[in-house]
């Protein structure tokens, strides 16, 4: 089975676990808990990483100015499409991530980034980037992966090795004191591995049960298979505490 990659096939998969345009496990829940912790009305958010457009777009349901930069032309276009399907053209712009300058216009009020930052060695560069284009007592919001330490155990060998992601994967700690150098404020950490433990097993099951038939019929047994491997590798790495989710905030001085 050829390794993993956002492509069509692969959306259209995470779409039918997930909802369409969300790529991440526990990226919908996320979102939908940022909109309401935060009054978003008028406001201008810029999404880094932005992937297939469903954080953007959801967001932009609520009368707020969103921004997504991405890397990758296809999620980009992917992105524009699911704009324009749900009638959000107006409200929401993609813009390609080239180099490593954030190509957007304007400031924000609030910057998120779902799992986006475990993708770059060089993270102080982007909390760097990420203070520039934020306005005064502006919001930083990051989900993503965290390790506990780099001794990684055999069940996180073996996620990362199957899913031949390039990822650095850094320190909770590490983010945190990235944000002080960094003169942000009211810095803070959530852990949400247990919620996130228990959405993968959700999701193995369902993968099991109801979505079953529809995924091999539509996909096939071996992209089934996978998938259900990915998740069952994501979830036994997940339980040996060694990889870790949550988010870190901080609020520009």
């Not at 409200?91 to 954030?102: A, D, H, K, Q």
């Not at 390039?166 to 810095?187: G, H, P, W």
């Amino acid at each position: 089975m050829p390794v993993y990659h956002y492509d069509e096939q692969a959306l259209n998969l995470l779409a039918t676990l997930f909802s369409p345009g969300f790529i991440h496990l526990g990226s919908k829940a996320w979102v939908e808990s940022l909109g309401q912790e935060f009054d978003l009305t008028g406001k201008k958010v810029l999404d880094f990483g932005s992937g297939a457009g469903g954080p953007v777009c959801y967001l932009a349901r609520n009368e707020v100015q969103i921004t997504g930069v991405e890397v990758s032309d296809f999620l980009l276009a992917k992105s524009k499409a699911l704009a324009t399907q749900l009638n959000l053209s107006g409200r929401v712009e993609f813009l390609p991530l080239i180099g490593e300058t954030l190509p957007a216009h304007n400031k924000f009020d609030l910057i998120m980034s779902i799992n986006g930052l475990s993708r770059y060695k060089d993270k102080n560069h982007w909390f760097v980037e990420f203070n520039r284009m934020l306005r005064g007592s502006g919001t930083l919001m990051l989900m993503d992966w965290f390790h506990k330490t780099e001794d990684y155990s055999a069940q996180m060998q073996a996620f990362l090795q199957f899913s031949d992601e390039i990822v650095y994967l850094a320190s909770a700690q590490d983010y945190l004191q990235l944000l002080e150098k960094n003169k942000f404020n009211y810095v803070n950490f959530k852990d949400t591995t247990k919620l996130m433990r228990s959405q993968c097993d959700e999701t193995i099951l369902l993968m099991k049960t109801e979505h079953q038939e529809t995924l091999v019929t539509h996909f096939g047994a071996e992209y089934y298979e996978w998938w259900l491997e990915y998740w069952q590798l994501l979830y036994a790495a997940l339980q040996t505490g060694d990889l870790i989710t949550g988010y870190v905030r901080g609020v520009k001085s």
